[in-house]
């Protein structure tokens, strides 16, 4: 058995799923990504919550583009 274990390898019609950023699903074109890296680091908070980065990297593009 090539591969060797259990879920390795694609069928004969899968196909490789496409990763698709988290700005790109919020429809944004700041990194929502690395906001969220900063926000981890930089000790702001204990915890980051998933809808932050979002939301500050939203508030950014707007600033930007005000």
């Known amino acids: 058995m090539v591969g ?7 069928g004969a019609t ?3 799923k496409v990763s ?3 700005s790109s699903k919020a429809g944004l074109q700041f990194p929502v990504g690395r906001i969220s890296r ?3 680091t930089g000790k702001y908070a204990q915890r ?3 809808g932050a980065p ?4 939203s508030v950014l593009e707007y600033l930007a583009a005000e």
Do not use: D, H, M, P
């Open 48 to 50: 980051v919550g998933s």
């Open 20 to 22: 698709t950023s988290r």
């Open 4 to 10: 060797g274990g259990r879920g390795e390898g694609l």
């Open 14 to 16: 899968a196909t490789k």
């Open 38 to 40: 900063f926000l981890k």
């Open 54 to 57: 979002v939301y500050l990297a």
